[in-house]
């Protein structure tokens, strides 16, 4: 789907605007053009950037086929810019990257989304609803863009928290193998977190410190802002990860000392019964000859004072290693 968003150089806002009109919306510089293509294929939205916006075709082909990490790139009359958002799945501990390429331009902005984001209509609401977002021109609706999308991270950053608690309670109360499993999905979960926002926080501080044409000197200051947000995003990531890396710890020695317990355990079973066995053992033998009668080792008296014996060996074994602190 093309939408295209024409505020007039007399302040009226069109959302009916044609393909075949937008040349002329262009001529207008004292309007601003908003042109999103949504979920549109590459076959159609090429010759429109290269034919009506004359982008350069390694502009168009890294947005329409390549992905990339977020970066921007300067082409004197407009900007190209790769933004991210991010939508996390808590039931697999899974983050997808979804790509926004933004074109900048003095009165245009294009946007090319694959798959559609909830930033991208928050925004194209609001320049709907209030006129004031599209009279600031470009360089406004790119930081309202990068804004939101930076706003976004904060949802992911909390579920994650939230897991990440979840998780360690889970790790003393039942340190299953599927545990293992939830740590390193929420690893994996980080470290792409982390790919994706240092670069982005370093977009932001480009375009806050950087002279470029199409964005004026006071939006400076907007973009270190979202750029501000960014390096807080980073640094509670980087914490998050942390977090992670002592609960995958946590749950190894938790592992081990249950392993040691159990290990304990049937160590002490085994000394208890090995007298036992070695009475078993030695009143069982028969290569033994007996040479005189021994009829007072096999009667009543000598059976129970046997069992007797027996049991009273691992019973006193068991009293002796409580007191020892073995158990």
């Known amino acids: 789907m093309i939408r295209i968003l024409y505020f007039s150089g007399a302040g009226e806002i069109h959302v009916d605007a044609t393909l075949e009109s937008l040349p002329n919306l262009l001529r207008d510089m004292g309007g601003m053009v908003w042109v999103d293509l949504r979920e549109e294929p590459p076959e159609t939205c090429a010759p429109m950037l290269r034919d009506i916006f004359a982008f350069h075709p390694l502009a168009i082909d890294d947005a329409l086929e390549e992905s990339h990490v977020p970066k921007v790139d300067d082409w004197g009359k407009y900007l190209y810019l790769v933004l991210h958002a991010v939508r996390y799945d808590p039931l697999d501990n899974h983050i997808d ?40 021109g470009a360089a406004h609706l790119l930081y309202k863009l990068a804004d939101e999308l930076a706003a976004d991270y904060m949802p992911v950053v909390e579920d994650i928290d939230v897991t990440i608690d979840e998780i360690e309670d889970q790790v003393f109360n039942n340190p299953a193998p599927s545990v293992l499993e939830q740590i390193f999905g929420l690893k994996r979960a980080l470290l792409t977190l982390r790919r994706i926002i240092g670069p982005q926080r370093e977009v932001l501080n480009k375009l806050g410190r950087g002279d470029y044409i199409v964005i004026p000197p ?41 392993m040691n317990e159990f290990m304990k355990t049937l160590t002490v079973i085994t000394t208890m019964f090995m007298p036992i066995s070695f009475l078993a053992g030695f009143f069982g033998m028969n290569f033994f000859q007996p040479t005189f009668a021994l009829d007072s080792w096999t009667g009543r008296g000598a059976f129970a004072a046997t069992l007797a014996l027996m049991l009273a060996v691992p019973v006193g074994m068991y009293i002796w290693m409580r007191k020892r602190a073995w158990m």
Do not use: M
């Not at 979804?98 to 989304?113: A, C, N, R, S």
């Open 97 to 136: 990257t979804l790509e926004l390429d933004i074109f900048v331009g003095t009165h245009y902005l294009v946007t090319h989304q694959t798959t559609p984001l909830q930033a991208v209509d928050r925004v194209w609401s609001l320049c709907q609803r209030d006129e004031r977002h599209l009279r600031k």
């Open 218 to 258: 006071d939006y400076n200051v907007f973009f270190r802002d979202v750029y501000d947000h960014l390096v807080r995003l980073y640094d509670i990531s980087e914490s998050l990860r942390d977090l992670v890396g002592g609960a995958l710890d946590t749950y190894l020695s938790v592992v081990s000392n249950r």
